[in-house]
Each structure stands twice: as C-alpha cells, then as structure tokens.
C-alpha cells in the first residue's frame, strides 16, 4: 500500500490557482454586469471564493513572497470591486482600474489553464 503525500501535486496547485483566478474574475463581472450577479448568487460566490483562497494559501504557505503575492492580489481584486459596487465617484474611478485588472486575471487563468492541460497529458 502507498502512501499519500500531504503535499499538493503540481496538477492541485495549478488546478487551485486557476479555480481562485476565475472566482476573482467572476466577482468583478458581478461588479458591473447585473445579468452575471443574478446568474451566480452572492453568498455562493463569496463562499466558493473564500474556501478557494484559504486552500491556495494553504498551499503556498511553503512560499512567503509567492504566498504575499497572491494575498496582495486578491486583497487588491475584493478592495476594488468594492470600490466599484458603492457607486458615485468610487464606481467611476475603479472602473478603468477594473477593466485592466479583468485584463490580468484572464491572461492568468489562460495561462495556467493551458499549463494545466499539460500537466494532465503528461
């Protein structure tokens, strides 16, 4: 019988960071789009993307600059579909800032999303 490693293959890892990614980028298209915040309910998304974040850091907590990296995104990603949900001055400052970070997070999820077809053919 073989027994199993407690730590997380390249394929979970790959797989957790694409997970978090999408649910960061599904929270700021709630955050102009009202069909995508009617499609997906909050509490849903807030508790799929809290379980997703404590996992990767979780996982990262062998890495302290990877493991800040991330955090410091995320944090950045919620602060600002905040700032955007308020409405007024706030709305119309993020918005530009929203777009670029939607940007970011999608060439990420491509990214990682192709290296984990790889990992799986291998």
Known sequence: MVAQSSVPSH????????RLYVFLAQYLDRCHDEAARASFPEPDLQAHLSATKAKMMEILSVNRV?????????DRVLSLGAACLQG???????????KAERAVLRNKTIALS????????T
Not at 88 to 98: I, N, Q, R, S
Not at 114 to 121: G, H, K
Request: hydrophobic letters at 50%; glycine letters at 6%; aromatic letters at 2%.
């Open 11 to 18: 394929i979970e890892i790959t797989e957790t960071l694409v």
């Open 66 to 74: 990877v493991k800040g990296k991330v955090e410091e995104e995320c």
């Open 88 to 98: 007024g001055a706030e709305k119309k400052a993020a918005a530009d800032a929203l």
């Open 114 to 121: 192709d290296l984990l077809a790889v990992f799986r053919a």
